[in-house]
């Protein structure tokens, strides 16, 4: 259960930062592994992504995407918090203006991979 | 006849830290009812013994808050109507991130030695006999200064961050938000001490943007904001120094 002092929208921002780091942080050693499978052992590399044709991977690619997305959506957040000199009704436009474009801009990716 | 008396069913910490726990008080319901009101009532009928503090109750001092239904309020202007969950249940508790003393008073000795620490604290370049200095009240640092400048120091905040419970270390919110109103304070002769202070082990670099400390505050501060822009501060007078 979330703790009373923690339940606000900008808490929730905060966590999903931090999961989305570290699904990043246990996916990537992997893909760098698989992708030096291109040198080592390229036969088995093709049999793996013979293997990624799969349509659960396709559906877990999606997940990959939105882990990408929020984590740097996320961090662009921060740095604007940060560095530039928000208001905060400009705060919360520009909030919005993000989560709209990197809904769209994931659309737009996810329908080019899939 | 009146109609039939209402009771409330309200959990009050009682005891220090280690030994405390809830004790459970029936409370008359009244119309308009603010949590301090709560509380006095349960010192005056209930339990003569509860230790708790407050002075002004119209919301100026800063004495007064509590943790309410695990969140941390100015319980004089916090009504009843606004936090009873829907079964009808209050809990009252001491502040978070500060030892206690006895029930709901807590001991804010760090809290204010952290404004110190932090150099929330005014370096004067005048005196008596200088002319008063001028301050445009249009200019851009005494605007970023107002902004940060009504807290009543209530540690509302300071209880509602997780830094602050992480990293006993941490000046907390409502030091650094002093500090930031007196870096844009034209008056003051301690900006260097001030940089370096808010750049230390305890200062600016430790806060996570969580807005915990915004999301409190009960005079509607932004202490993130402010920590913001010592952030900026730090970063750009490094660029100043290499320069
Ligand atoms: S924004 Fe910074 S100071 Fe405020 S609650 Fe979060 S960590 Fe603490
Ligand atoms: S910044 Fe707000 S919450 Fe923190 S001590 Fe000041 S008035 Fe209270
Ligand atoms: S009693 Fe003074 S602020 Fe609540």
Redesign the pocket.
């Known amino acids: 259960m979330i703790r009373p002092h923690r339940a606000h929208p900008l808490w929730l921002a905060f966590l999903l930062h931090r999961i989305s780091g570290l699904g990043l942080a246990l996916f990537l050693p992997a893909h760098f592994y698989v992708l030096s499978l291109a040198l080592t052992r390229p036969a088995s590399l093709d049999g793996f992504l013979h293997w990624t044709e799969n349509p659960l991977l396709k559906v877990s690619e999606f997940g990959l995407v939105f882990l990408l997305a929020v984590h740097m959506f996320g961090g662009l957040r921060l740095l604007a918090l940060e560095f530039l000199p928000w208001s905060p009704r400009q705060k919360t436009f520009a909030a919005a203006a993000a989560v709209a474009s990197a809904f769209i801009a994931s659309i737009f990716f996810i329908s080019a991979v899939a | 006849m009146a109609a039939a008396q209402k009771y409330m069913q309200v959990s009050v910490w009682r005891g220090d830290e280690a030994t405390g726990a809830l004790e459970e008080f029936d409370v008359p319901a009244q119309e308009s009812q603010t949590i301090l009101d709560v509380v006095s009532w349960i010192q005056q009928n209930a339990d003569a013994t509860l230790a708790y503090r407050y002075a002004c109750r119209v919301g100026m001092c800063?004495s007064c808050?509590m943790m309410v239904n695990g969140k941390p309020r100015w319980t004089c202007r916090t009504h009843v109507k606004k936090v009873l969950g829907d079964n009808g249940r209050l809990t009252i508790e001491p502040l978070r991130n500060l030892p206690v003393i006895k029930d709901l008073a807590t001991d804010m000795t760090e809290f204010f030695d952290k404004w110190i620490a932090a150099e929330g604290v005014f370096h004067p370049t005048k005196t008596r006999y200088d002319e008063i200095e001028g301050i445009d009240p249009e200019s851009s640092v005494r605007v970023e200064a107002n902004a940060a400048i009504?807290?009543?120091?209530?540690?509302?905040?300071?209880a509602a961050c997780d830094v602050v419970s992480a990293n006993p270390d941490y000046f907390g919110?409502?030091a650094l938000?002093r500090a930031w109103s007196l870096v844009n304070d034209t008056r003051d002769g301690g900006q260097a001490a001030r940089l370096e202070a808010v750049s230390s082990n305890g200062g600016c670099h430790n806060c996570h943007s969580q807005q915990g400390?915004s999301t409190?505050?009960?005079?509607e501060?932004n202490?993130t904001l402010s920590i913001a822009g010592l952030k900026r501060e730090t970063v750009t007078s490094l660029f100043r120094r290499r320069s």
């Not at chain 2, 120091?153 to 300071?158: G, K, L």
């Not at chain 2, 409190?216 to 005079?219: D, G, I, Y």
């Open positions: 800063g808050a009504e807290c009543i120091n209530c540690a509302v905040c300071y919110p409502a938000n400390c409190f505050c009960p005079n501060l202490p």
